[in-house]
C-alpha cells in the first residue's frame, strides 16, 4: 500500500479484555516497528522485527503484551488482560532497510486505545 | 545505554519569531543517527531529518536548519520566522545503527506559535 495501515483506528474495551492491534507496513519494508504513545508523552519502543530475524522485544512492559510479523507483511500487537494504565495510542512503522533508515521510518495513524 | 533528553517541555513564541529547540542525547557507540520528527495536532508523525554521526554539517531546508555538535552531544534544531502551522510537538530520537534499528525518542518539546 501507499502508507503504513492500522486497524482499528479506536478501540474501547473493558478492563481485563484481550484485544489485537494490526499493522499494515508498506509493501516491501523489511523492518516494522511497535511504538506505544501514552496521552501527552514521548514514544516508547515496544518491538521491532527485521526480516527473519528474532524480533527485538526489549521494549515490551509485561508478559501480558505480545506480537507477531509473518514474513515481512502484516504484524499484530496483543495485549491481553488490559489494565486502563494500557490506554495510549499505539503506533506501528516500517521502513526499508533494516540497518539504515536513510529516510526515518514512516509511521502509521496509530491505534487509540482506551481501557475503561 | 542510549538516551535523548529535550529539557524543553512547553514553548511558546509569537509567529515570526526564530525559536530553537534543545536536544541532547548519550550513546555508547561512534556510529549512530539523529532524527526530528514533527508531529502536529492532527497526531501523526512526519519525518524531518536524519543525520549520521560522521556527518557534523549543519543543515538548512528552507526555514528550518539543525545544528549537530558531537562535543556536547547535542543536535539542536532552529525555525527562523516562525509559522501558525509550525505548532506541533517535536521530537528528537536516536539509533545506535551497528546495534538494531530501534529508535529512541526524546520526550518531545511543545511548540506553540501564537499569532
Known amino acids: 500500500g501507499a502508507g503504513v495501515s492500522q486497524s482499528p483506528s479506536n478501540k474501547v474495551t473493558e478492563k481485563g479484555k484481550d484485544v489485537e492491534l494490526r499493522c499494515d507496513p508498506i509493501?516491501?519494508?523489511?523492518?516494522l516497528y511497535w511504538y506505544r504513545q501514552r496521552l501527552g508523552q514521548g514514544l516508547e519502543f515496544l518491538i521491532y522485527f527485521q526480516g527473519n530475524s528474532a524480533p527485538d522485544k526489549s521494549g515490551l512492559p509485561s508478559d501480558r503484551f505480545s506480537a507477531e510479523r509473518t514474513g515481512e507483511s502484516v504484524s499484530t500487537l496483543t495485549i491481553q488482560r488490559t489494565q486502563q494504565e494500557d490506554s495510549a495510542v499505539y503506533l506501528c512503522a516500517s521502513s526499508l532497510a533494516g540497518t539504515e533508515p536513510d529516510y526515518g521510518y514512516t509511521f502509521g495513524s496509530g491505534t487509540r486505545l482506551t481501557v475503561v | 545505554a542510549q538516551k535523548v533528553t529535550q529539557a524543553q517541555t512547553e514553548i511558546s513564541v509569537v509567529e515570526k519569531e526564530d525559536v530553537t529547540l534543545d536536544c541532547v542525547y548519550e550513546?555508547?557507540?561512534?556510529?549512530?543517527?539523529l532524527f526530528w520528527y514533527k508531529q502536529p495536532p492532527s497526531g501523526e508523525l512526519v519525518f524531518l531529518i536524519r543525520?549520521?554521526?560522521?556527518?557534523?554539517q549543519n543543515e538548512i531546508s528552507g526555514r528550518y536548519s539543525w545544528n549537530f555538535q558531537k562535543s556536547t552531544s547535542s543536535f539542536n534544531f532552529t525555525i527562523t520566522a516562525s509559522q501558525v502551522v509550525d505548532s506541533a510537538v517535536y521530537f528528537c530520537a536516536l539509533s545506535e545503527a551497528l546495534r538494531d534499528d530501534k529508535i529512541i525518542f526524546g520526550k518531545g518539546t511543545r511548540l506553540h506559535i501564537l499569532p
Open positions: 509493501s516491501g519494508h523489511t523492518a
Open positions: 543525520r549520521n554521526s560522521f556527518d557534523e
Open positions: 550513546t555508547r557507540d561512534t556510529t549512530y543517527y
